[in-house]
């Protein structure tokens, strides 16, 4: 089991800049990769970015390639979205995720069906 609790979301405006943070707390946070994912009003939540276990691999979601960054710091049990050049469109609900890969340390996981464990949601808003 694993507690996710986001921070960082905010009102910021079109070209502005926001990092989100994601705190995890239970059993080892290195077991698991993470990810990042969003929900718009009336829209189905979406993948964002993925990070694997060891943080050596990320991948990341055709609107945000180029301008969104995921980290992870295992001995601080966080993980990051740097998010730059923020759109309109990238107003949100986000949400970080956890997925128990097993012994897989490079997986990154991008179906939000595989995620064990989900934070609250941290709400990015950005005017135009």
């Known amino acids: 089991q694993v507690q996710l609790v986001e921070s960082g979301g905010g009102l910021v405006q079109a070209g502005d800049s926001l990092r989100l943070s994601c705190a995890a707390s239970g059993r080892t946070f290195s077991s698991y990769a993470m990810g990042w994912f969003r929900q718009a009003p009336g829209k189905e939540r979406e993948f964002v970015a993925a990070?694997?276990?060891?943080?050596?691999?990320?991948h990341y979601g055709d609107s945000v390639k180029g301008r969104f960054t995921i980290s992870r710091d295992n001995a601080k049990n966080t993980v990051s979205l740097q998010m730059n050049s923020l759109k309109p469109e990238d107003t949100a609900v986000y949400y970080c995720?956890?997925?128990?890969?097993?012994?897989?340390?490079?997986?990154?996981?991008?179906?939000?069906?595989?995620?064990?464990?989900w934070g609250q949601g941290t709400q990015v808003t950005v005017s135009s």
């Open positions: 990070i694997s276990r060891s943080g050596t691999r990320t």
């Open positions: 995720a956890a997925c128990d890969t097993g012994i897989m340390q490079y997986t990154i996981v991008v179906d939000l069906g595989r995620y064990d464990f």
